[in-house]
């Protein structure tokens, strides 16, 4: 999140002017979530009043990015999306991740809406010229060997051994049910190791040649 943050601020004001504060702000911001995102409901309310004292400066309250959402009209009750103080954070966060092409990872109790905030965000918000959303939902039964070639079936062969989305878009890959993977006897489960050598290495090997 900081170098996220610290990048749109370079980006911004190419200057470099109040680089300070933006380095301040940036890390506060960082902490929110760092440290807050990971409590509960009761313990986030102590965390807030404990965090705006720590540092008091002039911070854009969620509820004021409200004020100039609308609901979209569908006819489909179950797929409208009314905005609240959470929607506005979580989509804010999700759209900073795909912007600077940092994975993200949403965990929470079943049904609270992540794969649904997700799926609005990469079918409705997202510019489709500039993005090429897919989405896998993981089973029970999937394997390393599944996962890699649904992953790959999703993406357009650009040479031997390179995949990626089309021309002039970028590829953002919704995977939803990652704890769903059977467990070997040692705990391991393949797919998610699979997607953990792509993050640390960036490619996979050959399911034909291991080139």
Same mark, same amino acid.
């Given at each position: 999140?900081?170098?996220?943050?610290?990048?749109?601020?370079?980006?911004?004001?190419?200057?470099?002017?109040?680089?300070?504060?933006?380095?301040?702000?940036?890390?506060?911001?960082?902490?929110?979530?760092?440290?807050?995102?990971?409590?509960?409901?009761?313990?986030?309310?102590?965390?807030?009043?404990?965090?705006? @004292?720590?540092?008091?400066?002039?911070?854009?309250?969620?509820? @004021?990015?409200?004020r100039g959402m609308?609901?979209?009209?569908?006819?489909?009750?179950?797929?409208?999306?009314?905005?609240?103080? @959470?929607?506005?954070?979580?989509?804010?966060?999700?759209?900073?991740?795909?912007?600077?092409?940092?994975?993200?990872?949403?965990?929470?109790?079943?049904?609270?809406?992540?794969?649904? *905030?997700?799926q609005k965000m990469?079918?409705?918000?997202?510019?489709?010229?500039?993005?090429?959303?897919?989405?896998?939902?993981?089973?029970?039964?999937?394997?390393?060997?599944?996962?890699?070639?649904?992953?790959?079936?999703?993406?357009?062969?650009?040479?031997?051994?390179? *995949?990626?989305?089309?021309?002039?878009?970028?590829?953002?890959?919704?995977?939803?049910?990652?704890?769903?993977?059977?467990?070997?006897? *040692?705990?391991?489960?393949?797919?998610?190791?699979?997607?953990?050598?792509?993050?640390?290495?960036?490619?996979?090997?050959?399911?034909k040649d291991t080139?």
């Amino acid at each position: 999140l900081v170098d996220m943050l610290l990048k749109d601020a370079c980006d911004l004001n190419p200057n470099l002017t109040h680089l300070l504060i933006w380095v301040q702000v940036s890390c506060l911001f960082a902490g929110v979530w760092g440290i807050g995102g990971a409590l509960n409901t009761a313990s986030k309310e102590l965390f807030d009043t404990f965090y705006k @004292d720590i540092w008091r400066g002039t911070w854009k309250y969620w509820p @004021d990015v409200l004020r100039g959402m609308k609901i979209e009209e569908t006819i489909n009750l179950q797929q409208t999306l009314v905005p609240t103080v @959470d929607t506005a954070k979580y989509f804010h966060v999700l759209e900073m991740h795909i912007r600077h092409k940092i994975p993200i990872l949403l965990v929470g109790p079943s049904g609270t809406g992540k794969s649904f *905030y997700v799926q609005k965000m990469l079918m409705h918000e997202l510019d489709l010229n500039k993005f090429s959303p897919a989405f896998l939902t993981f089973t029970t039964s999937i394997s390393a060997n599944l996962t890699q070639e649904l992953i790959i079936s999703k993406l357009v062969k650009r040479r031997r051994g390179v *995949y990626g989305p089309e021309k002039g878009k970028l590829s953002v890959i919704f995977i939803d049910d990652m704890n769903m993977p059977a467990k070997e006897v *040692y705990g391991a489960q393949p797919p998610i190791e699979l997607l953990r050598q792509y993050f640390d290495h960036g490619h996979w090997y050959d399911l034909k040649d291991t080139s």
